[in-house]
Every structure is written in structure tokens, then in C-alpha cells.
């Protein structure tokens, strides 16, 4: 663990304990709420329009993912936005599957304009948004995190590419969508400065743990498992690691 | 198991096998179920309006948790408690996260004068109902469980003091949620009178399953897993206690 | 793995990887899509109105399961199948507790003239369906999966029955639900002519992953996880077994 350079990062997570809203697809709900946990984050769900901005303006940062969506969720997340906006509360956007849905990337298109602090999607859902990942982060003013066999993180001026990671992360449902909700946990904590840092950082953290877990699994059940397990591990060591500093 | 005290109540629940309607958050929904099931309860989870009613009514409690909320879900809760009020099924409470949202509170109070059984909270969540645990106890007749570190149920006159648990039970999305369809579980199976206990007993086998699973456990991940295991075991060890006596 | 008839089917499966949209219950759609993951398919779940025929569009089946329902799903359901049958995509329902509603039960058979492939059901559904399983194949011109103890599988004139599977199967809520998205993985892979030997051999290697999970259980949460990676294994097998074939 001495050299995993997201160490600090993790422990300003335990420390402060950021509260993340999150406004995501009813599948994935229950894996992005035990990831942020296992962090140290605090997960809240609610996407009642009557009460999404109460909850907003009381959280570190807000994840907004359309993998799911009605007509009732878009009200809500565009309600989300604008408190997160009114109250300097950094928005992180995930456009899931909006490769396979003309309406869903128009919609995605129109949140866009919007000021996401982070943009994480695949390669088809960056392309989809228009143009490679620096020109989305010129555009945006968005960090743009492209995930797959490498990951890539840019600003529009700087790019970091990462490996690693492990096949069996593409074969439980939401462990991408839970990442970037880990990923809204390390911007909750990081000055906007720090920001592209941070997110590799997490990137790279989540990716270890994703190996790790593989190494301890005989399959996508075990694994989802293992990788909770990892990432707690991760944390409660960020947290140890401090103790034999101080 | 010769100590555990709740072995009474989970054979009872094993063999009648109480079936527990649940309105509760989309989050937790899989983990609730399935802690119904370990138990030998039968949940079922539909908040459509038009079919609400006929779930409740042939079931033997219902579960109402207010963690995610819209507006449809509000109508069928409303619609679900008159059911149940009119069949003599008693409904329980959980009124989750209320503390965040003054919408949320204002209408947890409203449902407040419906008639739970009873209202399981954290401090903030009782509080904000108003007062301690055993003023709400007094105000609305229900039986008050107030959980935490340590846990308090009252019925406004006795009150019972529990210790127990484990700190990985707070860091699994809606192991809380779920602990309260458990009771909901315990309810279903006992008269009124003897409630108080029943839930007492309920919350201190809810304890010992997370102390047990949390030695097995490398972290929130495996606790998971390891709690659901340990409340089937229960479970499955309470039937053959009552094989060893008959 | 030898005699495992379903290898070949699985082999499909893996590798022509079939997309199956799912509109299911939201208790359920993470063990669902986690099913369909672990052999190879691509779940995909969204019930938005405007998107939904999208979605169909480009999938290979889909899957109809109403443990959960609202009047804005009911609507995408319709919009759903509609956009199967006019591009030729089967589709496979699962008309999860219809005998506890009866307005659910009406829609449910609204949905039966609308010509699904394959109807999984247990005996209590089946029959509310009207008639026996073979009845309501001839009626419907689809196969009729009836599950339980022993499954039976007809088109309404050869019967194929199947013993196996596990009691801790109905202790883990979704694996029914999950082992239809199975299904409609394996319909989707089938020309019209075998789907009642897919179906069958389906069923089968379900059962058989459920009793290899079963010994590797200490109660349904670990079992959960082990029905998952046991589905892998016998789809890294089925990769396996061409390998050495060819």
C-alpha cells in the first residue's frame, strides 16, 4: 500500500465524510450507495422533486446518471442542478447508454450546458456528446473521464491515461456507475485546482481495487463483493497510514 | 443458541411465515426481500395505486419507509395504511432520512396520526417527529424503537435498553431498512400485548446477526452477504430447537 | 461439464452476446442484469416512455416482468412490445404475481394477446392465466415455462419436464425473475424451431448452477453470489469446451 498514491485522497474521504446526492438509475442504486460507503462517504438517494433540492443543498457534490430515466427524474435532476449551481455544490454527470437512445442523448446534450465539474462515460457515450474527450472539456469546462481498457483524464489541457483494472468490472451491473459516484466522492473533497488529479487518482485506486478483488474471485458474485471489500480496506489503510505519520 | 431469547419468535415467524407488504425506498428493496426471505417471511413490494390495497390486505403487515419518495408513491402509501387500517393489519414506520427535507417531515407527520404499530428511527429521525421516544410512544400509541449504538424500544411506559451490533451494519445501504422489515416480521406474528418484546427481542437478534457476520467479514462487502447467512441460520436453528423439545 | 446438454446453448450465448432489454421490477433489475452479465448477454433496463422503443429496437429480446408496476410502466410495456413485434423481437413475460391482484391479472391478460414467446410462470400464476400450461400454450402460441419444484416446459403439444434446483432458490428474492432474463437470453439466441429445447435446456443448467450453489452455501446470501459465479463458470466452460473442439 506505500506506494498507492490515492492514499491521501482517501483519507481526506474518511476524514470528512463528504455527502453525495445521487440521482441514478434504480439497478444500480444499492451497489453506488455500499461504494460510497465503503469509502466513508454519505450516500443519499431521493429524487422527489418536492424535496431533491433540500437534499442537494445539504450534500458535498451531486451525481447525476440517466440510466434510467421518466419524465418525473428529468424534473427532478434539472431541479438538483440548479440548487447544486445556486450553491457552489460541484455536479458530476454520467450519460449512460446514450449511444442507444436518440432522446436520451438530446436530453444529456441540454444538461451539457449545465457546468458538470466532471463528465465519466465510455468511448461510444463521449463520442456521442460530440467531438474527443479534450474538446468535451474545452467545451464544458469539464473534467472528461473516458473509461475502457485505459482510462483517460483530461481538462482539455492535461491528459492522464491509466491502466489497469480487471474484465470481470464490465460484467456486474453498475460497477462503472458506482465508480463515478466513488469519483464524485474524491471531487467533493479536492479544491477545483486539484481537481484532474483527484480524479485519476480515484481512477487508478478504483482500478486496483477492481484487480485486487479479481485476484479473490471465482466470478462476477464474489467479485462485486470483494471489490467493496478492497475499497474499505483501501480507506481503513488511508486511515492507518495517517495514524503512523502522526 | 440456548440464550438466544428471540429463537421463540423466529420459529414463529418460520412457521407461519407472515406475509409483509413493503412501500419502501427503491435502494434497499432487494435487500429487504431478501431479509424477509432469510427469516421465512414472504415480502412483496408493489406501490402501484390501483392494486396497492389488495396487496395489503392479504398480508399481515405492512412497511411503510419513506427513503425515496414521488409523488404516486405518496397517494399509494396513503391508499396502503387505509387498508390496512380497515383489515386490522398493522403498519409499521420507518421515516427515513427525515431529518434532511422539511417537506419529507411535514408529511411523515401527517402519517403520524395514522395508527403505527411502530415508528423505527435514529435520534435525528425521532426527534424530528417531535420529542423523545417515549413522548412519541405516548402521542401516537405505536411502539417506538429509537436505534443506534445502543438501542431503545418503548411503548411510553416500559422501555428497554439494547446493546450490541456492529459499525459494518452502517456502512451497507439499508441494513437499517431492511433490520425494520424484520420487525415488521416480528409484529406481523404477535399480539398486541406481547409487541413491546417482540420487538425488543426482534432488535437484539438483529444485533447478534451483525456481530456474528462482522467476525466472518473482511468488510461491508462479505458483512452483507455474511448477515443475511447468520439470520437464516437463526432461522433454520429455531426450527430444530423446537424438533429437540417436541 | 461433460454431459451439461446446455453448453452448446451457453456457447451461443457468450458468443453472439444478445442484448435483452428488461422492463422488470425495480426490486429485482440488479440480479437480473447481474444474470444476464454472467453469461454473456447485455442487459439494458430503461421503462422511459420516449426511449423505450429505442431500446427494443436494437435488442434481441425482451423481457416483460410486472413484479412491480405503475401506470407509466404499464404505458411503456405497451410501447415496449409494440416495437418488438414490429421488428420481429421475441418477447419473453414473466407475470409475477398476478394471482395476489386482480387488476393486475386483467393486465396481464390485456399483454397475453399481444403474442409473447415464452411465458414463465409459477403453477399459481399459470393458472390464473386460465387453463393448464398447455392450454395457454395452444391459446397463445407461446411456450409456457411452469416452475416449481419440477418444471415444465411445452408449446402445447411435446411437454418436457425437469427436475433439480434448490430450496435456497426461493429464499434469495429475483432468482426467479433472473432466470427468466436467462431465458430470454436463450430464446433470443434460438431459431423458432428449437426455442422449446432452449427453453428447456435453459431451465435446466439453471437448476443445476442453483444445486452447485446450494453446496457451496452456508445460507441465501451466499448463495446469491455463488448462483452468479456458477452461471460464469459453466459459460467460461462452454468457451472452454469449443476451444478444445475445435
Request: aromatic share 4%.
Amino acid at each position: 500500500m506505500r506506494d498507492n498514491n490515492a492514499l491521501p485522497l482517501l483519507n481526506e474521504i474518511a476524514m470528512r465524510r463528504p455527502a453525495v446526492h445521487c440521482l441514478t438509475n434504480t439497478v444500480v442504486q444499492a451497489l453506488t450507495a455500499n461504494m460510497l460507503l465503503a469509502v466513508g462517504a454519505i450516500p443519499s438517494m431521493s429524487s422527489d422533486i418536492v424535496e431533491v433540492a433540500d437534499f442537494t443543498k445539504s450534500a458535498d457534490a451531486l451525481l447525476v446518471n440517466i440510466g434510467t430515466l421518466d419524465g418525473d427524474l428529468k424534473a427532478s435532476i434539472r431541479a438538483a442542478i440548479a440548487a447544486a449551481r445556486e450553491n457552489g455544490i460541484p455536479w458530476i454527470f454520467d450519460p449512460v447508454f446514450i449511444d442507444r437512445s436518440p432522446p436520451r442523448a438530446a436530453y444529456a446534450k441540454e444538461l451539457l450546458a449545465l457546468g458538470p465539474a466532471l463528465i465519466r462515460g465510455n468511448k461510444g457515450e463521449i463520442a456521442t456528446l460530440g467531438g474527443g474527450p479534450a474538446d468535451l472539456a474545452r467545451k464544458t469546462g469539464a473534467i472528461v473521464a473516458m473509461t475502457g481498457v485505459t482510462d483517460l483524464v483530461t481538462d482539455g489541457e492535461a491528459e492522464i491515461t491509466l491502466d489497469g483494472g480487471h474484465e470481470l468490472m464490465s460484467l456486474v451491473t453498475g460497477i462503472g456507475c458506482a465508480g463515478t459516484a466513488m469519483l464524485a466522492a474524491c471531487v467533493a473533497v479536492s479544491a477545483p485546482n486539484v481537481r484532474l488529479a483527484s480524479v485519476a487518482a480515484g481512477l487508478d485506486l478504483f482500478g486496483k481495487a477492481g484487480e485486487q478483488a479479481a485476484r479473490e474471485s471465482k466470478g462476477p458474485g464474489t467479485f462485486a463483493v470483494a471489490i467493496l471489500d478492497q475499497l474499505y480496506q483501501f480507506s481503513q489503510s488511508s486511515l492507518q497510514e495517517r495514524k503512523v505519520e502522526a
